[in-house]
């Protein structure tokens, strides 16, 4: 999958492509379904989806607690795992979100994307004072000459209904501690990614070494502890798929209070430092606890351990 990040970054051959148009944070099953009626108008190699960076919400609400399911470099993956070919992803900065939603059917989709088809969900708003609709769009594409579709709102059962999947719902299961709910309504477990960070090297030190990851701007699911699934994405160990036990918080066996995810990665020797690791949440074990002492700790990251083998032994048919 190709990424452009400014109109200069267009080639003529990414021109004409039919996309899908959103946040897509989370890339659920209802952004899925936009991208597939994208699909359906899309020349061979021509799947693209154009999104923002940073979340509009980041701009607007800065002081905002923490809500994003994904980071761009996780929607990305999940984006080109799906089969999208063409990733414009646009600064969502003063001089784009300022355009009345003329000018941005104009001067963004017609003539700097040149596109030939365009799909929204029926919520979707744009431009100037959000004052861009499904229906202005497609009065713009026969104005313009590009075509437009409008997805129905996916329901959790899977057809248009009140119940709808969002990621406001994804959010909630997530914290409240049911992952699998998540990944009912994402089509697949929920993904943390990026780079392996180095830490306090405590795991090491008690026998369970960890890969340490930053959560920072992302919306933290149940703090506690989880049975992962952990796809290496880049570094030496690239292409392994590993299990893992996962704790998300802020070790308060240790007085700290920034949120991170270590993951011990089951039967794997070897070093991860700034390897980019995917890590899938699948089953939530407990939630995070004080120890009296080392001892105790060590005992029940054992028989995590040995929980989190019996879990995936189970689910490793699950979605990916």
């Known amino acids: ?32 379904a936009v991208i597939a009626e994208a699909a359906r108008h899309a020349a061979p190699g021509k799947l693209g989806v154009l999104t ?9 609400r800065p002081d905002a607690p923490p809500f994003r399911l994904m980071n761009a470099e996780t929607r990305a993956h999940r984006l080109a795992k799906i ?64 075509g437009a579709s409008i997805a129905a709102l996916l329901g959790t059962d899977g057809v248009a209904s009140a119940e709808r999947v969002s990621s406001t719902a994804i959010r909630t299961a997530l914290g409240d501690g049911r992952p699998e709910d998540a990944a009912a309504m994402l089509g697949h477990w929920h993904r943390i990614d990026g780079p392996v960070i180095h830490g306090e090297k405590r795991g090491r030190e008690l026998g369970y070494p960890t890969a340490n990851m930053d959560i920072t701007g992302l919306h933290p699911p149940r703090f506690g502890v989880y049975a992962v699934l952990v796809d290496v994405l880049t570094g030496p160990h690239a292409g392994r798929s590993l299990m893992g036990a996962a704790s998300i918080g802020v070790r308060p066996m240790f007085g700290e209070n920034r949120p991170n995810l270590e993951t011990y990665l089951l039967d794997f020797d070897g070093d991860l430092y700034d390897a980019h690791l995917s890590v899938g949440l699948v089953a939530y074990l407990r939630p995070e606890l004080k120890f009296d002492g080392l001892e105790a700790l060590t005992d029940q990251m054992g028989r995590d351990v040995a929980q989190v083998r019996t879990i995936l032994a189970d689910r490793l048919a699950g979605p990916a």
Not at 4 to 15: F, H, S
Not at 52 to 60: D, I, L, M, S, Y
């Open 83 to 146: 089969g999208v070919d063409l990733l414009f992803e646009l600064a969502f900065e003063p001089a784009l979100f300022a355009l009345p939603h003329d000018v941005f059917e104009a001067e963004i989709l017609s003539q700097g994307l040149g596109l030939s088809h365009v799909t929204v969900g029926a919520d979707f708003r744009y431009g100037k004072g959000r004052d861009g609709t499904a229906e202005t769009l497609r009065a713009a594409g026969a104005r313009l000459g590009f």
């Open 1 to 32: 999958m190709r990424i452009m990040r400014t109109l200069d970054d267009i080639t003529p051959d990414a021109r004409g492509a039919s996309v899908a148009i959103g946040n897509f944070d989370g890339v659920h099953l209802g952004h899925q």
């Open 52 to 60: 923002f960076e940073p979340h509009p919400r980041e701009v607007f």
